[in-house]
Each structure stands twice: as structure tokens, then as C-alpha cells.
């Protein structure tokens, strides 16, 4: 008989759940996995587009639903959502003992992912430890988690190393790179034709703005909301170009980040909530330029050969394959960069050729293979840390 | 007006509390600061003693009573009581709005408590970091933890070295040694006469046994247990000693030692619950070994002059002043160490000149000045974590 | 010494917390009491106006906030409120040690409160029991109350009856009214012209949309909202009224019916978030109809001598005074019956007429001297129901 | 196809689970039913002899485990214990999707279900409603269970006649019986000699002590255990009889009642845990009386003819056979009582020939028949419940 391992992988966002959808798709392929998948956080919000609904198009299983988003801005909302998941989760892993436990990155569901599995003998393989973005609450979570799981797989080769020296053995890091960047590489072209009729405007010269807030800067963020959408309206007025501006995550200040977008009256901005992933990906292959200071302008923009203008500070500290331009919150500043992004041939042209240090668009299949390798006999082996310092 | 500074101190269980308890009565001492105690866990249960009533006798001003101790020996009693505990003390956190989080060890408190702070925006300040002790799932969530704090009290140098090798910056980290010696140094001297009529036996040549299950051994506690007593009773009855055998604490495998304990007679063995403080410190002050695999083995019993038979794996990785001898679960092996430990006179002689590299029982103070030192319009700085690795 | 009495109030969204206010504020102002205040559920929500901050300016000492709201609209979304705030409300009246928990209707906090006091030993005073209104998840509820319930303040002389029926004790029932007419007693007139700048639209003849959605209609929430603006807008353009629609409650559902009215185009309406009492009432006074299926249309319109035009089944089963007309949702009945309400004289003049079955305005003063009049030596009695059957 | 009706029964204690088995059991040899079980409080715990165990061997699917019996005995126990229920039992609903949720009786699991039913549109069946016993916080709750569940199973006719009364609907009221005895008449018969086997002690003339806490004495539960004792150990030193004393449930007070029962010294007295079905049903056969508060002595001593002296205040206000004889705590009138129940042959005989009340040992097929005829395409009308009062 084979020995399929159970994989329970947890997730909470859209944005997450893309990169988590390659390496998940990659292990059901495999005979020697069993897949399912927990739901939590903004997945199960219809604010958020409901979007536990692309899970199931997917065809995944639902091992269970369960609610960790309160309907707060309040510095409550996260740890309480913690609080709910780690619940509901340990009774999910009770029942289905799974081998595996699989997250994503620094938000809520990481660390409660990591703190059930290590106090519920399971083994918890982590997707993006090592990242020493700094700046946000999340991120010590990150490295929290990494201290808690025992299987890294990194996006970027410093990273891994980044792990060792948090003391992390080193035949638990593997580095994998992103799995966003699969997406890229596995999803089909569509022309900007079918993109524009999906978005509702005809789309020919075009930026793409994706603006999260940020936990230390809260009480700021409907006005850097507001001096982003400025300069971007301003330049896009100015050169005929337009403007697809993204929901943003739900974050505490996302509420007021959308009351300005939702109140914003320019010709050049089209809103959008969560996209489909073919249409994002090819929305991305066609735009000019990314404005904000989403991840994946660090992370993805890379591989599309795309420039970056990051608005504020969130993503410091990263490693930035030079497609980045850093700008504090001033309309001038940076409507400058954004003109500099998306007009200056020569700049556009280096960018054309940057290679991305995040990976090549296959980490799924590292992945797989990787936690193919570890055999039920070995676990024991494999839950126990010994926690070194590098 | 003088700006005091508020903190909230969070205790679950009364072997943690007797470490806390130095520092919180050092810092409410001080005009500096105000402090109030978040009471949860075992300080909670009728069956471990309700030891809340000890910190109400203790003077302080109990903020909220958080229930985190569910009556299961499953491995979801862990993370749903970090669960409870991390609601509960978020919904406190807003009330009281402190200015610190105060918190000792690895247990179910430490992480919730650096998880609220690190989400709520209120430096967390954290006793105990840097100990490579593993083999428990206690030991990598104290590396979490660190990852998480603010501020690091480390209990002897090498760990505060450790903690700089964790990537947590120098600034942060204090050498104060563990306030759980300052109870020893602190605690006034009572004959043993008195021990005796507390405990309810004579007292004359004795041990102690204090032994905890192990969440990775969970299966084989009452065996552990079982065969701890058989080789405490024969070398008792052997030597005419008595041995004063102290309650587990709360962790699964608990109840199972406790039933062993409960259904074993010898007329050697006391059994007792929870002591006072004053009795407890007195009880090691006068005792010939102590034997199990508690904490206070490593790090207090050295400050005792206090030779240690630790059975089992608990407790390995860290540092041992000399007066620790490993033996596995083996009555004969078990009984020569004691025996050893008990009655030879030469390695006894060795022990008793032993220095702690725990401290010198002056951590309390260490702490509440290092904590005068932090102002107020610095927190900003203090809050940001640059998350770099050594 | 005078014997003061705590009370603790508990509240989750604006419009329940309209109906207590007065009550609170009667209860403070007399030396009797002491009052504080659980704040929980939409209170917390940016998304519903953070309406915990209207009742900080009301002078209100906030006991605790209690995040009880999650951003879902499945059908967990109660239960797991309901879960979240028995908990963190236990917390609460363990610290605070109230000597009567306050409620008002059918919501989830009047279960949550009712349960806490039944266990915690704290009598439990609810508004608004008896009421035979049934379609909706919430009417089993507020029979549960008050079978948990110790005092009952009845909004009408039936639903006292009904009380009784149900094997409550005689003693323990009184019949106050409505506290929510007191508002309309209270509150100073302010006018057209005020309501008007306050609304920013000039007001003359005008409707008043408040509609919610029905659990058990989840499903058809959208359609129902679009049907009944359809029939609005229709019957305004046409007579040159405006109509004033004001966001629903945080029921499932509300979601649906704010995408709805946020793309809804016509000049004739106007879209309101939550108003401050003071603007609220003075809007009732002037309007000429209100729309929809808030329990205002039954429970305050008679008051104002205000015709309601009921769309649905929500409310059946509760006194009518003979100022609503039930409507299905047909656009041209709900039309036909705006018609009549708005301009049909003879029908208006009988309402204007009408004498509300739901009390004369003065409730709050009943119920502070009701409980004034319950002495602490009498409270084991009060405690103690016994359960028999009408 | 079969329409198979799934159902969701939920359990929480041992006592309880006792009564629902004979219903489960006849639900899943019904072609019509797929059954699976909740298992929750103290089921869980191993201080309660991990009953969950139990019901794996008879056969049911445990459909989730949830942690709901906390280790503490202050007020917050229950109301906590509810919350952390509802939370995952809401969890559980949405991933089972039953058809009706089953409960017996008046603890937390019985409001919780009855919440989670209400809310999450499940069928909601309760087992024992309409009984208007009174004198602790789970009365009020059961009355709260009735007014929310849609199908009422009454342990005897006039609890049946109360539910109507309370406002149910008479097509919702079945009488039933109690299955507890169910288990009486189905139940083998076993020699005294095995029982003795399994209790240890050989037993010939005996009498069988039940004794819970009760909420509001929890203070005095420990002198109202060591007066009871006292009783029945003077009673049964006299007379030559033993006493089996049984382990209390899990409510507050419980742990004092233990310490009492551990520590009491007596040859007359036996003490067990829980007992399986089958030596227990066969220890009452061959009992000469019951003492304490147990329901068993209301509701199925008749059964088996046995005669009880209930001590204190528990269970008054339920239908009594004739068989109880209640006492206060004083121990010459418990030892009166105990005497005239033993060994006064008249009295004995008239309570041989006593009907139960509490039906005939065949609940749970009326149980299945009635269930069984509640047909899907009615479920609507089911689910409506219209709150008249009687």
C-alpha cells in the first residue's frame, strides 16, 4: 500500500492564497500526497469578495471554515483572530491528524498555524521565513513562526541563509523561491483586449496601484491613501495613461484607505476589488508600471520585468532586484518616480533585464519533492528541534 | 508630575509565579511604576491549589482572571488555552492600556503574551530568553517568544549571548541573572522544625522529589513516575531518610503522575501540594538532594549548594553549574545516583562551592532598572524591531 | 452609608443602544446607582460608525470592549458572536461584580447577558420581552431571555401578559413601555431646515427608507432592497418627494443590501450612514412616511403619528397600533401603499390620532424605580426562579 | 435513492450520554438516519475517566472533539465552557450540515445546541424539557432550551402538558418517556457476584451513594458530602451493610466533594469512578436504596423499585413516584431515612409496585418513529416557530 501523507494547508487572503495555489495544486498531482484546506480570515468575508468560493472552484477540499476576521479596525482584531483560529484549528487537526501542516508568509494564520502544530505534534512546513522586512507587526511574527516550524522553504537565497543563522538546522531550509512567481510562468496570455473588458475600461498606456495599510502607521493611512491616488491621478491625467487601482487587504486601515478610493472622482482611476488570477497576471504583463507598496512589487514585479514606484516604507528592508524606487508620502516625489517608471526608456530597458532573486517560477515543484523525501519513519527525527544558535 | 509607567504582568502557574514575584514587588517599590497581575492558567484551579489567592495575599492588584487551563490531557489543551488566554488578555490589554507586558518562561503565557503586546502596540518585556534547553514543546516557543519581545532578561551570560546570536539587538538584551534566586537570598530562615510541622512529618535527613511530565513522553508519565518513587523509596528505606514528593505541574501526563503518586505507599514518601514560599525555600535550604527533573535543579539548586539527580531528558541543553547528574529511567541507576548524591561526602563538599552562573539573587533589581531607563518618548524606538540576524 | 447598586449595561449596536440610553442615563443620575457600560458587536465596527464613541460622548465609563462581530455573513456569524461575548463578558463580571446586568431585546447580547448572569449569580434585567413577533432567529431568542431573565420591563400591557403566560412570576414583571419614546419625549425640536444641512439635501417632502435584512431571507436580501427602492424612487420623482435611506443593521444579509444602495442611482434619494439621535428624531417628526421593516415602524411611529408602509413579513406578530400597512414586494403594491400613507388625508389624520400601545415616553423613570425599590437583602429571592408554567 | 436524514448528537458528561445512548443507537439501526456524535466537557477529561473512550467502542462516528469543561470552579466554568462550545460546535455544523441536532437535558451542551441550532437553521430535538424541577442555574436553562428547540421529547406527561403551556406547539411535543430507562429494560441481567468482581468488594447488603454539587451551595459542598457520609457510614456499621459512593459530575463543587470522599475513612465505604453500563444498571437491581441527588432517583429508581432518600434541595419540584424521601443535611434524619428505605418492609413493598412517571423503557423508539415522520419537503414549516403563549 502507498503511503500517502496528509497535508493540511491553512489560509486566511486572497493575495496569500495565490502563492500557496501552485505548491498545493503541485502536491494533489502527486501519489504521495493527500491535500486539504483550511479557510479562515478574509476568505469567509463577502467584504472581501468571498473568496473561499475560488478555493472551491479550485476543487480542494474544505477540511473546515473558520472565522478569525472581526469586523474591528481596533488593535484587537488581530490578536483575537489568532485566538479564534488556533481554536478552531486545533479542533480541525484533531480530527483530521494530518502529517502535515502547510503556511504562508507572516499574517495571523502563520502563527497559529505554527504554534497548533508545535504543540499538536505535527510537523509545519513554513513558506517564507528568513525575509528581514521590517516595519510591520507582522514581521517578527515571521520570524516567530520560523522558530516554530520545522521545515523553511525560502524565496530567496539570502533568506535561506538568513535561517541558518537564526538557527535553524540546515537540512530543514530549502530554498525554493516563490511559488507567486508560478503563476506567472504557468498562467496563460490573454490579450489586453479581453483584460480591459473583464476590468470594464479600455486599457492602453496604464499603472497599476495595490496600496496596503500599515499597523505602526494606521492613523495615516487615508491620507498616504489620498496623496498616493494624487500623484498618480495628476500623471495619468498629464500623459493619457490610466490608473487600476486594487482593493486593499483587510488590514486595520484598510476601512479608511477604501472610504478615500470609494470618494476619489478621477477620469484616469478605475477600482477594482480582488481579481481573478488570469486577469491579474496579465494585467500585470501589459501595465507600465506598479505603485503602491504591495509585496509584489518587491517579490513578482521582478519576473515581469516591471517597475516599481513603493510608496511609504513598508517592504524596507528586502532585497530589492533593483526594479524598486523607494518615496516618502509627497505628490511631487512621487509623481516623479512614476514618470521616471514608465517613461524613461533607458531605466525601463535595465529593468527588462533584471533577474529575479526570488526564484524561477518552479519552487512548487521543489516543494514537492522536498517533503516527498521526508519518510513517516524519520518524523520523530524531524520534530525535534534542537534549538541551536547559528 | 511624575510620568510612572504602567505594567502588566501575566502568571499562570505558581512555580512561575515565585520567579515573577521579586521583580513585580522590586517594581512596585519603585515610584517609577505602577503594576498590576493577570491571573490564568493552574493559579486558577481548585486542583493545583488555587494559587491566586497567594498573589491576592501578596498585596497586588489582580487586573483580570483569564481562564486558560481546560480539564483535558489532549493535545489541544495547550494551544486552546493560549487561545483563551490570548482573547482574554487583548480584551484587558485595551482596558488597562499598560505600558509594558511583563512575562517569565516558556509556558502557554509567555507566547500569548508577546503575541497581544507585539499586535497591541505595548512593549513586552520577557524573563528567561536564550536558553537552548530542548526536547519539550515549551523550548521552541521560548525562542518564539524572544523573536517577539521587546526587552530580554536573560538568566545567565551565555543565554544573553544566544539571544544576540537570534539577531535581537544588543540594547535589548540585559543580563540579570534569575529572579528566583532573589527568593533564596530574600527568604528568612526557619528551622527545620517548623518545615517538619507544616509538612506533617519529621524532618531529619530527606529529599526532595519534584518531577514534571514531558509533552513528547507524554505516554510513559506514570511509568516515569513510578519508577522515580520505587528508587526513592528503596534508597529511603535503605538509609533511613524520608523523601518529601512535591505535585506536577499542569502540563499533559499531569494527572497520570498524579495518580501514581496518590495510590503509592511507603512510609518513607510525603506527598504534598503547593508549599508557601517560605516553606518551599526553607524545605531545599535543609535537603540533601533533590531529585526529578525540575527547572529548579538547573538553575536554583546550585545557589543551595544543592546536589541534583535528574532523571529523564528533561532540562538537557542547558547550562549545569556541576551539580546535575543525568540518569536514565532505571531504578538501580536511579538509586546509586541519589545515593551518591545523598552520601558522599566529597562530591557533596564540591557542590556546595559551586557558583552559580544563574546570578547572584539581585535580578529583580537589574530589571526594574533596567526598565527606569526606558523613557517614555523613546518607546517609538523601542517598539521598532530590526529584525537582522547575527 | 449609602447602599449604591452596579449596574452594567450591556449594548452592541446603535439602535439597541438608543432604546437604553435613557434608562442609563436615568439609572446615573439617580444616587441608587452606579452605572458602567460592555460595549460588544457593531459598537467596534468602523464599517458601522464606531458608534462606541457616541456613547463616550454621552459621559459613560466603557467597562470593557468586546469584539463580538465577525466580517462574515454565513451563518456562524451569530453563534460565534454570541460565543465571543459570553466569554469576554464572564471576564468582565467577574472583575467588575455587578449587581444587575442590563439588556434590551432579542439580539445576540440579550442571550449572551442572560446566560452570564444566570451562571455568574448576577440578576439579569431585560427590556423587551413577551413580544410575540416571530419570522426571524432572533424571536425564539428573546423568549429564552426571558425564561433566563429575573426582571422584566415589558413594552406593552399584552406582551407583560404574555410574559406572565410564559410562567414568569408575577413580581418580577412590569410594565414600563418603550424606553425609545422617551427619546422622542426628551429630545429638543430642531428645524427642517437643520435636518436638512445636517442630511446636505433640502428637505420639504420626504420618506424615510430603514430597512434590514431577515435571516431566515438572506438569500433574497439584494432583491429586496432593490424592489423597495424601485418602489420609492418611482413614487418621489412622481410627487416630487425625496426620500431619506438610511444604512441597514449588521445582520447577514446587510452586505448585499449596501451594494444595492450604494449603486442605486436616482435624484430623489438620499443614503445616510447612522445619525446622532438629535438629527434622527427631528427627521422622524417631519417626515411624511417611513418605508421599510425597522421595529421603529412599530414600536416609535405611533408616537410620532407617522404612517408606515411595512415591505415584508419582518414584525408580524407585534402590536400594531393601525399605523402600518404590510406590503409584499411588488413595486407597485409597496408604491400604491406610499401613495396612501403620504397623501392620502383622511388616513393620515386618523393616524395622527392614534395612542401608542408602547408606552407614554416616561419608561426609563418605571424601570430605575422598579429596581431602586429591589433591596439587597431581598436578592437571594430574586434569584431563585421557580419555573412554573402559566 | 433513500433521503437519509443526518443527525448530530451531542454529548457531554458520561451521566447524560447514558440516557442519549439507547436514541443513537436506535436512530443508526433506522434505514432512515445517519448518526454522528459531538463529544465535548468532561467526556474529555481524565479526571472523569475519559468517557469519550466509551462511546468509540460503541461504534458512533465522533464527528469533532470540543474542549468545553475548564479547569476551575468559579462562576466564569460554565459560561466559558458554553462559549468555547457554540464556537466549535458552529464550526463542526457548517462542515456536517445535520438535519438535526439531538441534546438532552439542561447542561451547557443543551443551550449550546439549541443556539447553534436556532442560528444555523438545524433542526433542534431536545430530550427532557418541560421539567420544572428548580434550585440551580441549569433550570432556567432548560425552560431557555425549550423556547429555542422544535421538537420536544418529554420524560412524562405532564412535563409534556407544561411545554405546551410554556407556548410550544402541540405537534412539536411527543411523549416519550426518559431512555434512561430504555437502558433498564435492555440491559442483561449480571449476578451480584460478578458486580462485586468488578467493584472489588464483595457485596451483599448495600446501599449505592450519588451525590452532585449543587450551583448555588457550592460553598457548602463539602460539609454536605461528610454529613451524607457520616450517615451512611454509621447506617451501615450498625446494620452490616456497605455503601458504594459513586463520583460526583464535573459541576463547581465537584473537587471538594472529591477531597472529601478521599479522604473519609470507613471499612463500610467503597468509592468508584464511573461505572460501565452494565455493572451499573445491575449494581441498582441488586441495590436496597439510593441516597444523595442524583435524577437517577427521581427518574429511574421507580424503575427498578428502589426506594431514595434524597439529601438537600435538589431535584424538588420534579413529578416524584413516591419512591423519594427527601431529607435535610443533618445526619440522625438522613440515618432515619436510610433505615425506614432499607430495611422497613411495608414501605419497601409499596414502592416494588410503584409505576414510573417516566414511561416504559421504549423512549427511543418513539424517538426514531417521530423523527422518522418528519418529512424534508417540511422542514420549513418545522423550522418556523411561531411564539404563542398558552
Known sequence: MHDTKKILAVTGIRSEYDILFPVIDGLRQSPDFDVEVVVCGAHLSAQHGDTQTKILEDGFVIADRIDSLYATERLTQRPKGISALISGLSQTVERVKPDFLLVVGDREESIATALVGNYMDVLVAHIGGGDPVFGNADDPVRMAVSKLAHIHFATAEPYAENLHRLGEEAHRICFSGTPGLDNIVNEPHIGLDKVSDFIGTALHDYVVVLKHPLSSEQADAAAQMRVTLQAVSSFCQQHHFKAVVIQSNSDPGANAMAE????????????????PREIFVNLMRHAKVLIGNSSMGILEAPTYGLPVVNVGHRQQGRLNAGNVEFVEYDVG?????????ALDGAYRETIKQIRSPYGDGHAAQRIVDFLSAIERKDFAKWHMKRQLVG
Chains 1, 2, 3, 4 share one sequence.
Open 260 to 275: 478615500v478610493t470609494q470618494s476619489f472622482r478621477s477620469d484616469a482611476c478605475v477600482f477594482c476589488h480582488t481579481l
Open 333 to 341: 516625489l512621487i509623481q516623479s518616480a512614476i514618470q521616471k517608471a
